[in-house]
Nanobody, 123 residues
Framework: QVQLVESGGGLVQPGGSLRLSCEASGRRFLAGAMGWYRQGPGKERELVAEITRDGRIKHVDDVEGRFTISRDDSKNAVSLQMNSLKPADTAVYYC?????????????????WGPGTQVTVSS
């Protein structure tokens, strides 16, 4: 079993910054693509940014130039640096990871979600 532990949410004024972090823990696994989704009030959950093991990144257009995703494979961790935050960024942010679990000569890929961390951008 793998767990995703998030940290870094909170309340910030418009134009401010926050850094979200997420670390995967468990036994004998490899973290595949890791990323962040968010769900704002009355909205569906959406991808914010994702990074693969080989460093390929995709993100929603709205965060271009403001958010930066990075990963540390030595810690099975992913971070999201959020700058120039807007009230529209207010949401619960969820860490997401595709976890690769060895099974003998084969592997199993499982999808995991963190519990979510609230980000509120308000004056």
């Amino acid at each position: 079993q793998v767990q995703l532990v998030e940290s870094g949410g909170g309340l910030v004024q418009p134009g401010g910054s926050l850094r979200l972090s997420c670390e995967a823990s468990g036994r004998r696994f490899l973290a595949g693509a890791m990323g962040w989704y968010r769900q704002g009030p009355g909205k569906e959950r959406e991808l914010v940014a994702e990074i693969t093991r080989d460093g390929r990144i995709k993100h929603v257009d709205d965060v271009e130039g403001r958010f930066t995703i990075s990963r540390d494979d030595s810690k099975n961790a992913v971070s999201l640096q959020m700058n120039s935050l807007k009230p529209a960024d207010t949401a619960v942010y969820y860490c997401h990871a595709m976890i690769i679990i060895p099974q003998g000569e084969d592997v199993r890929v499982e999808e995991y979600w963190g519990p979510g961390t609230q980000v509120t951008v308000s004056s």
